[in-house]
Nanobody, 125 residues
Framework: QVQLVESGGGSVQAGGSLRLSCAASRVLGEDCIGWFRQAPGKEREAVAATYSSTGSTYYSDSVKGRFTISQDSAKRTWYLQMNTLKPEDTGLYYC???????????????????RGQGTQVTVSF
C-alpha cells in the first residue's frame, strides 16, 4: 500500500501562487498520479494528473494554463504549481494514485486508490 502525504497548502490572495507537494512512500513506476479538490458544498473535482512513466499530463479546463503538474526525477514526489489563483480555487486538495494509465480515467476519482489526507488551499479576494 502506497502512502501519500500532501503539503504546501495555505492562504493567499487572488492572483497569488502556491506549490503543493505529494510525497509517496516508495518509488512509483507505471502509475497515474492525480490531484483532486473539494470545496464545501461542491462536488469533488479533478484538477490534474500525470503518468509517472512518460510524464504525460492532463488538466481540467478550469485550471489549464494556470496550474502545472510535475514530478521529481526520483519519482517519489509530485508537485502542483498553482499560479494566478482565483477564489474559486479554494478547497481541500489531495493527491491520489492508480496503477496504470491516466488516459481516459484521470478525471474519475473512483478509478484511483491510495490518497493523502489533503492540504487546504484558501484564496481570498
Amino acid at each position: 500500500q502506497v502512502q501519500l502525504v500532501e503539503s504546501g497548502g495555505g492562504s493567499v490572495q487572488a492572483g497569488g501562487s502556491l506549490r503543493l507537494s505529494c510525497a509517496a512512500s516508495r518509488v512509483l513506476g507505471e502509475d497515474c498520479i492525480g490531484w483532486f479538490r473539494q470545496a464545501p458544498g461542491k462536488e469533488r473535482e479533478a484538477v490534474a494528473a500525470t503518468y509517472s512513466s512518460t510524464g504525460s499530463t492532463y488538466y481540467s479546463d478550469s485550471v489549464k494554463g494556470r496550474f502545472t503538474i510535475s514530478q521529481d526525477s526520483a519519482k517519489r514526489t509530485w508537485y502542483l504549481q498553482m499560479n494566478t489563483l482565483k477564489p474559486e480555487d479554494t478547497g481541500l486538495y489531495y493527491c491520489t494514485r492508480r496503477n496504470g494509465l491516466c488516459y481516459g480515467v484521470w478525471s474519475n476519482a473512483n478509478a484511483f486508490g491510495s490518497r493523502g489526507q489533503g492540504t487546504q488551499v484558501t484564496v481570498s479576494f
